[in-house]
Nanobody
Framework: QVQLVESGGGLVQPGGSLRLSCAAS????????MGWYRQVPGKLRELVAD???????NYADSVKGRFTISRDNAKNTVYLQMNSLKPEDTAVYYC??????????????WGQGTQVTVSS
């Protein structure tokens, strides 16, 4: 079975940094498409960043230059380094995977989410 376990969320001051981790199991990680999404109550879940099996990355305009997604295939883990955090980054952050970029979304899996709160 597929499992995505997130860690690294918490409370941070504006301008601070956090690194989220998502440890995956039950998938062929090195071949998989991975992504980070976030959601605020009352709003749609939105893409923050994603990364393909080839290492190609994509970022939401709102986080470009501040966030970096990366993957460590030896550890079956994807990371989201978040720098220069802003209050508007406050959200529940979700890890996501599917077998590859072209797979059906119905074959995707979500982590449980981790809260990131940016506040002074």
């Amino acid at each position: 079975q597929v499992q995505l376990v997130e860690s690294g969320g918490g409370l941070v001051q504006p301008g601070g940094s956090l690194r989220l981790s998502c440890a995956a199991s039950g998938i062929s990680f090195s071949l998989s498409y991975m992504g980070w999404y976030r959601q605020v109550p009352g709003k749609l879940r939105e893409l923050v960043a994603d990364i393909t099996s080839a290492g190609s990355t994509n970022y939401a305009d709102s986080v470009k230059g501040r966030f970096t997604i990366s993957r460590d295939n030896a550890k079956n883990t994807v990371y989201l380094q978040m720098n220069s955090l802003k209050p508007e980054d406050t959200a529940v952050y979700y890890c996501y995977t599917r077998p590859n970029y072209f797979s059906s979304r119905q074959n995707g899996y979500w982590g449980q989410g981790t809260q990131v709160t940016v506040s002074s």
